[in-house]
């Protein structure tokens, strides 16, 4: 089984859509959580951190279910330009090691 | 302007020769770190350095080598050992456990 995984998608969306993706991780020692977007042949760029009370920026929403060990990320009014691949990332404590998830790809349609 | 800077963006290099890859951050993070992407997949650690003058192999090593001798720079080797370099190479720093960020990244095509 795979620390991070996630849908690799596409999920295909008309703009103004609300469109949730989850990733799920199996080290229940994980304490840092993350998303990051990326576009297509860019570097990451990191989208949120995710703390335990879920946080919000603008029309994103994370949250974090340690009981089940997932985290997810909520798009609402979806734009053309979210078209990204969407990485989720964990981390341990005590480690410097980050875990990537292989991402999930969002298309936003006109 | 904080960030990390990695150069060149595109490097076109004949099986067999070792060709280094520079990434320079100015963001004063302790750790640095090396992740190749190859297409349609996600990221690999290949090497990770908490500390000057310290580093720790990541999942793919091999062929591989890097060093830490100022807390800004981080080299990475691709040696004529590595079997498939082609690859988009990403450089990332972090502060203790917070965020990573990344540099721009460079695209190595081995011919």
């Known amino acids: 089984r795979k620390e991070v995984e996630q849908d690799p998608g596409p999920f295909n969306v008309p703009e103004g859509a609300t469109v949730a993706f989850n990733c799920t991780y199996s080290?229940?020692?994980?304490?840092?959580f993350f998303w990051y977007r990326q576009d297509c042949r860019k570097e990451p760029k990191l989208l949120m951190s995710v703390y335990s009370s879920g946080n919000e920026d603008g029309r994103f929403t994370a949250q974090l279910n340690r009981a089940s060990q997932y985290i997810s990320l909520l798009i609402r009014d979806s734009k053309l330009s979210d078209s990204a691949t969407y990485l989720c990332v964990v981390k341990s404590a005590g480690t410097y090691k980050y875990i990537f998830g292989t991402g999930t790809r969002l298309k936003v349609l006109a | 302007d904080g960030g990390i800077t990695q150069s060149p963006k595109y490097l076109f290099r004949k099986e067999g020769q070792n060709v280094t890859l520079s990434c320079e951050q100015n963001l004063n993070h302790d750790a640095m770190y090396w992740y190749r992407q190859d297409p349609g997949q996600g990221l690999r650690l290949i090497y990770y350095?908490?500390?000057?003058?310290?580093?720790q192999k990541g999942d793919i090593a091999e062929g591989y080598s890097v060093s830490r001798e100022k807390k800004e720079s981080f080299p990475l080797t691709v040696t004529s050992a590595q079997k498939n370099p082609t690859a988009f190479y990403l450089c990332?720093?972090?502060?203790?456990?917070?965020?990573?960020?990344f540099g721009p990244g460079t695209r190595l095509t081995v011919t």
């Open positions: 990332a720093s972090s502060s203790s456990s917070y965020e990573q960020y």
């Open positions: 350095s908490q500390i000057v003058n310290d580093f």
């Open positions: 080290n229940s020692a994980s304490q840092s």
